[in-house]
């Protein structure tokens, strides 16, 4: 009888081309994606060494970074043109597939890659961006690695690599109505602290886990990393085949059921061993909000800011006080019914069809409040036809939302798509750092429904009020 | 020298390393504030360390505020930072590595680092150290009182020594210690294994197959 073993180990054991004396593992990498931010230096790193790519086959290329969203016709920042031209010219010179600007496959890399089917079961992916973590939703190694590592991958196909410890995050129960999947990575990364995570991979498993669709999958897989986990994975069930059942790159035919054959092996043992097991609740999760500079730093949308006096640890009140300060938020008080100034909604967190559909649920019939600027930008042209075929587009357009190109936008403020100085947003992205929206930008992360609320009061609201009866 | 795992490593890492530092006391600083992404369209890696912690150092008319440790006329003789629990969170931006690098730092003493910024700081020569809580604590009391107190980072002993002379040891593997103190260049040390990757990719028996390889991407486009 051979050791039970996780997902995560199977899929190592199966990756690890070699295993030299002293040193890290080299683990072989089956799809490797890129994007215009984290590349050129990789690429001018190969070209200096006079080295080739080993396996354009096995990459993938896209813009969305610092792509504008606006019209395609419309400005562009030269440098930013200049970056993604030399995306477009460095993967001509190697033989990559590239969905550049205005590509009918371009979006946001970690919207594009399981919609077109080229993230699968068991595969080791990566990519130079954090939120590589977004395909652990179909049961694969995925995460983010710095631009050296791409330079590693664009030459090897592979990476030295440690073994990760493992964490089992057990999500019991079932979601209340108007709870997300963003609300239940927010709760738990609100739990786990922003470093909580750090070192392991996150195998997130339960009922409430095996109800999500597969976009709220990759919702919580993405967010991953907002806790510190490099990676986070469910396993592979009858909801991962559906959905990846004849998409463009899934196998198809005879390829297809061999496939779905040697998936349905990679799940956990029942007897395997983790290095730890969080547990949490889906039950009791509310609609979350953060109030803070950090992922961890949510609450309930209802809930009431925490005062920093109340706080017995001294680095933990000194880092709530100066978020609090930063944020322009008063402590002790709830932050129902705070002004808005900005909503976003899209990124790799919260800009695939299903989240659009729900901020829209919201948006049908009523008006974003004046002076507030709702942004709706999809997570890649599938998502942006599959919209405007439901007739999402108009309910946006009507409420007087922008309906914008796909990229990363306003999430990481790149491309010029901004959050003014000072000004609140409630953004359904991923990250409410200091600055992250633009200079002096202040985020408020949630829910899609959350985000559209906002919109349409001006003021942060619980979603749930919109719900129909 | 002959083996271009040697020959095409970057510089080799001082050690002992002694330094005055500077501390920046906060937790979960993120790569956002070590480099904002409105500086990431460069596509080359040089002229990052102007922009190091910019919305920091400067406000927003540009001037650098006097608040900022990094300010400090003294702080580019300081090759150590002191920052707090899980440095480097966030974003996989390799140019918060580039940007520490190219402003002087040489290495990094925190609680705790995260993993991708850990990895970067390593491939380029910016060594992560982590230190207990309570010595940390008193590194930065330190430096409060006397700003003028230095360090030294042994890489070859895996030690720190604070300026009273307490020697704590951090951990590192042999592996990487090698890599700074010695130089290992990780491309040609993963294709020195050339033949046992082609063995992988081919799928020969006991080479830890993938359980399906993906199609072709080419072939569909």
Redesign the interface.
Known sequence: MSVPRTLYRKIWDTHVVVQPPEAPAILYIDRHYVHEVTSPQAFAGLRRRGLGMRRPDRTVATADHSVPTGPLDGPTDPQAAAQVAALETNCRRHGITCFGPGHPRQGIVHVIGPELGLTLPGMTVVCGDSHTATHGAFGALAFGIGTSEVEQVLATQCLLQRPSKTCRVMIAGRRRCGVTAKDLVLALVAALGTGGGTGYVLEYAGAAVRALSMEERMTVCNMSIEAGARAGLVAPDDSTFQYLCGRPHAPQGKAWEAAVAAWRRLPSDPEAVYDRTVSLDADVVEPMITFGTTPAMGMPITGTIPDPDGVSDADIRRSLKKALDYMGLPAGRPLLGHPVDAVFIGSCTNGRFEDLAAAAAVFRGRRVASGVRALVVPGSRAVKRAAEAAGLDRVFRAAGAEWREPGCSMCLAMNGDRVPPGAWCVSTSNRNFEGRQGSGSRTLLAGPPAAAAAAVTGVVTDPRIFLEA | MDDPVRA?ARSVFPSPLASRYLVLP???V?T??IM???F??????DGFGTCLFH?WRYN?AGDPRADCVLNRPDAAGAVILVS???FG???????A?WALVQFGFRAVICP?????FR??AL??GLLPVVVPGDFHHRLVEWARNDPEARLTVDLTARTVIAPDGQVMSFSL???NQIRLLEGID??Q???R?GA??EA??NGEPG????????????S??
Request: aromatic share 10%; charged share 25%.
């Open positions: 095409m906060v937790d979960h993120d956002d504030q904002p992404a409105r990431l369209t460069a596509v080359g890696k919305d927003a707090g629990e899980n969170c966030g974003s996989s931006r390799e140019h590595a705790s680092f995260a993993d991708i990895q970067n491939q380029n593997d042999s592996f990780e491309i040390f993963i294709l294994h046992e990757i992988f990719e080479c830890g197959v993938p359980v399906v390889y993906p199609p072709d991407p080419m569909v486009f």
